[in-house]
């Protein structure tokens, strides 16, 4: 609404800043801002999509939006080109818009230089920077822009905008595979079409739920739940046999682990008593209820910080980051009530596991050299 006022008053800032996730349309509020400046015929602050100028922006044929990439151009010396050009007059339109995408990613010379441009910037000029992290532009570059902040996208507005696009790419899928979509993308739109894309030339237009869910990896979420149920049972031997079945089946450990850590957030948020803030289906959170029934807080939010903190960088196949925390979880949490003591030690933990050889070794014969 800010913008389309601007744009409608003629009143058009010399310099936006458009902060949010990846995929919520920031490039693409840049080029819509480009278009919508140099439309012959503005109505509302929307352009008109008729006039020349706009149909030479959806013909891709404009030569007043220039594009740059910070993250492969982030130097001085692009930064002194783009200082050169800027002086330069629109060729057709009224203004001639720079766009920086992932501006964050620009060296201290080159924001020093930008700096310049943007305290005295020509009139016929608009910047439009698009960054993921804001907290690493300068705040005296944050300071001669208009801030944006562009939020996650809801699950409904992206299910409702892949049906779209799948009217009109002739593919059809049942609305809660669009959502599983939904899910998985985290709220952004751009993730969700690639995913939809991926599955239709993976499964064809009409894939099924279950080979969506294939698609997208979803389909150990079962055996992540049943390692829940595990842990919270305090079962160890059952907990590495599964883990243990999940590797040899082939899946990633590293997804797995990331699945198991989902749903036990889900599961904190359904104990907490804010299942509002989760798009699932109201029976799976009515089937979440009856899981954390009986099971204190404390012990969700312990398996939490005990799984979260994995780190798979070495080897994101390997079971083994997996099956310590499991041990080192259980270990702790499983106290003898009268004298506040594991249980079981880790060490005997592990000897359950691996058993220790005592089979002594015979010494190694050693031959003289003369």
């Not at 609404?1 to 990846?22: D, F, Q, W």
């Not at 201290?108 to 009139?123: F, G, I, Q, S, V």
């Not at 907290?135 to 409904?156: E, G």
């Not at 003898?336 to 030690?345: A, E, G, N, R, Y």
């Amino acid at each position: 609404r800010t913008i389309r006022n601007a744009i409608s008053s003629e009143k058009v800032a010399h310099a936006y800043m458009l902060c949010g996730p990846r995929g919520t349309g920031k490039t693409s509020m840049g080029r819509l801002i480009a278009k919508a400046v140099n439309c012959e015929s503005i109505d509302g602050g929307d352009s008109c999509g008729t006039c020349r100028s706009c149909q030479d922006f959806n013909n891709i044929q404009t030569i007043d939006l220039i594009e740059l990439d910070a993250a492969s151009n982030r130097g001085i010396d692009e930064i002194r080109k783009l200082k050169d050009r800027v002086g330069l007059s629109p060729t057709a339109g009224k203004f001639k818009t720079y766009l920086i995408d992932e501006v964050h990613m620009l060296t201290a010379e080159a924001y020093n230089a930008l700096l310049k441009t943007l305290e005295e910037p020509p009139p016929h000029v608009v910047f439009v920077l698009a960054t993921t992290e804001p907290h690493k532009v300068p705040a005296t570059v944050i300071s001669r822009c208009q801030r944006f902040n562009l939020q996650r996208i809801p699950l409904s507005e992206i299910v409702k905008r892949l049906q779209v696009i799948g009217d009109g790419e002739k593919i059809s899928l049942e609305e809660l595979a669009l959502q599983e979509i939904g899910r998985a993308s985290s709220g952004s739109l751009r993730d969700a079409i690639n995913m939809l894309e991926q599955i239709a030339a993976q499964h064809g237009p009409s894939a099924t739920l279950s080979q969506v869910r294939e698609a997208l990896g979803l389909n150990i979420d079962d055996r992540s739940k049943q390692l829940v149920g595990f842990i919270f049972d305090n079962d160890l031997r059952e907990s590495l046999s599964l883990i243990s079945n999940v590797r040899d089946d082939g899946i990633e450990i590293r997804h797995f682990s990331s699945q198991l850590v989902s749903f036990l957030r889900d599961l904190l948020m359904v104990k907490t008593g804010a299942e509002t803030t989760l798009d699932l289906p109201a029976e799976t959170i009515q089937e979440m209820k009856g899981i954390v029934d009986g099971i204190h807080i404390n012990d969700i939010v312990h398996a939490l910080q005990a799984f979260g903190a994995l780190d798979f960088r070495n080897d994101p196949l390997s079971s083994l980051p997996l099956e310590l925390a499991l041990i080192s979880h259980l270990d702790s949490s499983t106290k003898d009530p009268k004298t506040d003591t594991p249980l079981f030690s880790r060490c005997a933990a592990i000897e359950r596991i691996a058993p220790i050889v005592t089979t002594p070794v015979p010494p190694i014969p050693v031959t003289k050299i003369l």
